[in-house]
Nanobody, 119 residues
């Protein structure tokens, strides 16, 4: 099992920045990739970015440039730096971990952290 706890959300003015954190615990040794997703009210959950255990990153086309995903393996923590935030970035932001074992693949989600962009 993997437990994920997000933090760092809150209220920010348009044009501002936030850094989200996702602390992982449990069977983290077999995590192959982690990622950030978000879900706005009335919309489907969408991908922001992923990062592999080797550090390879991948961004959704609309997210690259303002969002940066990173990880600190020593702290077992995933980060999402968000810049130039706009009201349309308002959503619940979720962290996901993918754990791969022989013949099996597991996905784990955090509880989410609310980001509200408003003046």
């Amino acid at each position: 099992q993997v437990q994920l706890v997000e933090s760092g959300g809150g209220l920010v003015q348009p044009g501002g920045s936030l850094r989200l954190s996702c602390a992982a615990s449990g069977s983290i040794f077999s995590i192959s990739a982690m990622g950030w997703y978000r879900q706005a009210p009335g919309k489907q959950r969408e991908l922001i970015a992923t990062i592999t255990s080797g550090g390879t990153t991948n961004y959704a086309d609309s997210m690259e440039g303002r969002f940066t995903i990173s990880r600190d393996n020593a702290k077992n923590t995933l980060y999402l730096q968000m810049n130039s935030l706009q009201p349309e970035d308002t959503a619940v932001y979720y962290c996901k971990a993918v754990r791969v074992r022989p013949g099996a693949r597991f996905e784990y989600w955090g509880q989410g952290t609310q980001v509200t962009v408003s003046s």
